[in-house]
């Protein structure tokens, strides 16, 4: 398994197993839903998943479910994505972003994560 | 499911012209509809939520609008700052999906 905090690139085979992690400050996180969004140039841009604040409620886009788990810590100040079984598909810039009245902002810079034998 | 259509997908316009892109729902819809620009080798960045709320430290000439099913990003007089892409967004029964983007190049 690897493991990614939102910067730089990672490289991971086809039916292997990623871990991201993102620590934004500049909000209480504590008190606010954060979401994970990816981007490709063939699909734009992609929301994966949604954790509220105290991680009582969790979404999931349907090309992701079963997949990929949302979790955070909030004592870290950190959002993670376990991402399994990745497809070539999968290949994507990640970003991590606050949920704020059905939006998103306080965006990360972004994880390249490529999935390729 | 419900499907935004977003377009132009490009578009080309001089400094201060106004300029409008569209966001049509498949069907009506609630007004969680946000709109965000992005520039090159940056993350998105939110302009309007709720279809017409302009986000903090976002310049007035940027305005949102809804009519039926109709979503409007109108800038108001276009400057060289706002050559980038720009993406719709729409959230409705715990789902979040996006438009396919407009590219706006100053001429």
């Known amino acids: 398994e690897v493991h990614a905090v939102e910067s730089g690139g990672v490289l991971v085979q086809p039916g292997g197993s990623l871990r991201l992690s993102c620590s934004k400050s500049?909000?209480?996180?504590?008190?606010?839903?954060m979401n994970w969004v990816r981007q490709t140039p063939g699909k734009g841009l992609e929301w994966l998943a949604h954790?509220?604040?105290?991680?009582?409620?969790?979404y999931y886009a349907d090309s992701v479910k079963g997949r990929f788990i949302i979790s955070r810590d909030n004592a870290k100040i950190s959002l993670y994505l376990q991402m399994d079984s990745l497809r070539d598909e999968d290949t994507a810039l990640y970003y991590c972003?606050?949920?704020?009245?059905?939006?998103?902002?306080?965006w990360g810079q972004g994880t390249l994560v490529t999935v390729s034998s | 499911d419900i499907q935004m259509t977003q377009f132009p997908p490009t578009l080309s316009a001089s400094v201060g012209d106004r300029v409008t892109i569209t966001c049509r729902a498949s069907q009506n819809t609630n007004d969680w509809l946000a709109w965000y620009q992005q520039k090159p080798g940056k993350a998105p960045k939110l302009l309007i939520y709720?279809?017409?709320s302009l986000d903090r430290g976002v310049p007035s000439r940027f305005s949102g609008g809804v009519s039926g099913t109709e979503f409007t990003l109108t800038i108001r007089s276009l400057q060289p700052d706002d050559s980038a892409t720009y993406f719709c967004?729409?959230?409705?029964?715990?789902?979040?999906?996006f438009g396919q983007g407009t590219k706006v190049d100053i001429k």
């Open positions: 954790i509220s604040s105290s991680s009582s409620a969790i």
């Open positions: 967004q729409h959230y409705d029964n715990y789902a979040w999906t």
């Open positions: 972003a606050r949920g704020r009245d059905q939006a998103f902002d306080n």
């Open positions: 500049g909000f209480s996180f504590s008190d606010s839903s």
């Open positions: 709720k279809a017409s």
